[in-house]
């Protein structure tokens, strides 16, 4: 039977307590979560902003949809690159301060588009160690175009350095996650350019948590370090976290861009996203620009939280962004953690290997501007009850 080897490994995944279950949500991503006829505080998303279910941008959702159509009808370079399409990447651009973007239907097939694209036989690839799997997945297919990829261990520049100066490749890509999804740490994106240009490497970042968040009007981690808009930055940014829709966006030079529109696959052969997810991205956009006081109250969150847990027997990982990792070591500990706190009310999934490294089992507790001051007092008053 073709299922037998299946049925086998599915076997194995249940007798090593990994397979994974989806919960059913019976209300809209927020604050709380309906599942399984109880609410639940929700620590799981990653929509830090809480956008996901604002009203101005479901309308503007709702509106692009009764003026522009349910679907695109075609990719982009056939027919299905609608006004609102256009819009939203000139929207971007500007408020990257990038020249040019250009969006994708998801982050992943932003990556996708990216490392392959610049990088085949003869090129050299550079990528930190702990970076998104898509980025690893892109990786991946460089490697089979014929690029030498090296893994360089995490946010160690000078391992990086090491590896660009004995790299004879005439052309070098550097890629990082800018904010760490596992760690909530910051790749040092200044120590990075600086390589990139002693080395004349493109530096290709992957903001998917930054975006929104980091920086002057949430601009994103380039931003929050103050870096310019260089011809040798590829910026990507997903716009289903922060910006609480769906899509992605890669920024860059005209050039790069344009390059990536004739070349990259996973641009060209696939439909454009839906041009009401256009409209709704557009909206969020212009409340992200104005979103001082959304930031301001993530940050006060994530402060409480830290000084909240300070001098638990748990640590959380030195993070400044949403991403809260509570450190429990132990796998079995962390998911009992998980489950005593989902029985009492509060979900913060438990993140195991191989995920994260062997010993470092953790709760991934994000922290949105929609939580309030009292959801945070509840579960730190909880975490300390468990402790
Ligand atoms: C979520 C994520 C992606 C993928 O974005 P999607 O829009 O969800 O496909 C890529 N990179 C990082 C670092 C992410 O966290």
Known sequence: MTENRLTAELAEIKAASLTRRRHVLESPCGRLAAVDGKNVLNFASNDYLGLAGNREIAQAMADGALQWGAGSGASHLVS??????????????????????????????????????????????????????????????????????????????????????????????????????????????????????????????????????????????????????????LLMGTLGKAAGVSGAFVAGSEIAIEYLLQKGRSYIFTTAAPPAVACALSKSLEIIRHGGALRASLMARIAQLRDGLAGLQWALLPSLTAIQPLIVGDNEAAVALSAALWERGLWAPAIRPPTVPKGTARLRISVSAAHTAADIAQLIGTLKELA
């Open 80 to 233: 299905g690159h609608l006004a609102p399409h256009e819009q939203l990447e000139q929207e971007i651009a500007t408020f990257t301060g990038f020249p040019r973007a250009l969006t994708f239907s998801t982050g992943y097939l932003a990556n996708l588009a990216v490392t392959p694209t610049l990088a085949g036989r003869g090129d050299a690839v550079f990528a930190d160690k702990l970076n998104h799997a898509s980025l690893i997945d892109a990786m991946q297919l460089a490697k089979a175009n014929g690029a030498d990829v090296q893994r360089y261990p995490h946010n160690d520049m000078a391992a990086l350095e090491k590896m660009l100066v004995a790299s004879p490749a005439a052309n070098k890509l550097i890629v990082s996650d800018a904010v760490f999804s596992m760690d909530g740490d910051l790749a040092p994106l200044p120590l990075l350019f600086a390589l990139a240009e002693r080395y004349d490497a493109w530096l290709v970042i992957d903001d998917a948590h930054g975006f929104g968040v980091l920086g002057p009007h949430g601009r994103g981690s380039l931003a929050h370090f103050n870096l310019p808009a260089s011809p040798r930055i």
